[in-house]
C-alpha cells in the first residue's frame, strides 16, 4: 500500500534539511531513525518545561540507541509566539506542520476565561480531528499524594474530543442567535426558556462515539488490560450520554464480541472469574465514578467518556496521584498524535525556572511509545522516577516531602538525564 500523504504548503516555516518525516503506510505509522518532531513551546511556563523535555526526550533516544536514532526537532508557534510572529494565535503553517510530520509535543497555551479568543487547545484538536484525548493516570513512588493508597491509581482514561459542549456551539445571552433558539424551542416545542439565558448546543453523535470507544477497547486488548468503563451521565441526558452508553455497547459487541464481555455476562455466564484474554465493558454513572475512583480505585482500567465528563475526570483522577505536574496526556486521531502538558500556563512563574516539568516529560515519554521507540520511553520514566526517590524535586514536591531538596526546573532535568546514563 503507498503511503498516505498530506498535502501541506508552509508560508514562512523552514523544514529541517537533516530530518524525514514520519510516513503512514499500511494504516501504521512508518517512522524514519532521524524524524522530524515539531514543538511548540507554550505560553508562561511554557518555554521553561518544553525545552527541558525536550533535552531528556534527546538525550534518552541518545542513550537508547547510542546515536542510531535522534530526533530532529522543529519548532513551530501558536498562542503569544504565533501572535507575534505571523499575527495569528494558531498560524496554518503551525497546524500544516503537525498534519504534516504526524507527531508533535506541546507546552500549555493561554487560554482566556469568558471573553477573548477561543481555546486553542480545543482549536487544535477539533481542525486536526485528534477525537481522543488519552490521559495515563498512574502513581510514581515517593509523589506526595492526599489520599492513603495512591499506589492504587492505574488508569487510562479515553475522553472524546471533539463533540459534547466543548463543540462550542453556544450564543452569548440577549444576543440575535439566542433569542432566535429561544423563540424556536417555545414556538415549536412549547419549551420556555428564560429569555436572558445564554444559549449551548451538545451534540454527540454515534460516529464521533464509537470511533473514540473503539480506540480505547483497542488499547485494552493490545496492553492487556482487564476493563473498559463507559462513564456518563445518561439516567438524565438520555439522548446524548444514554446514547454514548448505548452506542459504546454496540461497538463493543460488532467489533469486539469475541474479545470482550459485558459486566452482566462476567457474573451471569462466568460466576464472576474473568476468562484469559476477555476484556469486561462496565458502564458507571459519572458522579457515581468520581467517588468509585477514591474508594474502589483498582478496581478500575480503562475509561470512557464524553468530552466533559472526561475533563473533569482526568483532573480529579490525577489529584489522587499527586497532581496535573506528574500528570501526562496527549491528544490523538487516526494518525496524528499531539502530546502536551496537562496542566495550565501558570504565567506568575514564567521565566523562574521553578515549576514541574514532570508532566510533559512524561507525554514525551507517551510520544515515544507512540513512535514505537519503547526502549527510549522505558529510560525517561525510571530517569523520572529515580530523581523523585532521591528526593531532588522542584519546590511543588519539595515543600511536602521531608528531607527533600529543591532544584530549578533545569536542573531537575539535568538530574534525569544523569540518572539515565
Known sequence: MRPVRFDVRFDELKEPEDGEKIEIIDGRLSVPDNPVIPYIEGDGIGPDITNVARKVISAAVEKAYSGRKRVVWLEIFAGEKGKKRYGDFLPDDTLNAIRHYKVALKGPLTTPVGGGYRSLNVTIRQVLDLYACVRPVYYIPGVPSPVKHPEKMDIVIFRENT??????????AGSQEALKVIDFMKNEFG??????????????????TKR????????????????????????????TEGAFRDWAYEVCREEFGDKTITEDELFSE????????KVVIKDRIADNMFQQL???????????MPNLDG?????AAAGQIGGLGIAPGANIGDYIGVFEATHGT????AGLDRVNPSSIILSGMMMLEHIGWKDAAGLIFEGLKKTIEQKTVTYDLERQMEGATRVKTSEFGECIIRNIY
Not at 163 to 172: H, L, M, Q, S, T
Open 163 to 172: 463533540e459534547d459542549v466543548y463543540a462550542g456551539i453556544e450564543w452569548r
Open 191 to 208: 419549551i420556555e426558556i428564560r429569555p436572558d439565558s445564554g444559549i449551548g448546543l451538545k451534540p454527540m453523535s454515534k460516529f464521533g
Open 212 to 239: 473514540l470507544v473503539k480506540k480505547a477497547v483497542n488499547y485494552a486488548v493490545e496492553m492487556g488490560r482487564k476493563s473498559v468503563t463507559i462513564v456518563h451521565k445518561g439516567n438524565v441526558m438520555k439522548y
Open 270 to 277: 462466568y460466576g464472576g472469574s474473568q476468562p484469559e484474554g
Open 294 to 304: 477514591l474508594t474502589r480505585t483498582d478496581e478500575y482500567d480503562v475509561l470512557a
Open 311 to 315: 475533563d473533569y475526570m482526568s483532573d
Open 346 to 349: 501558570a504565567p506568575k512563574y
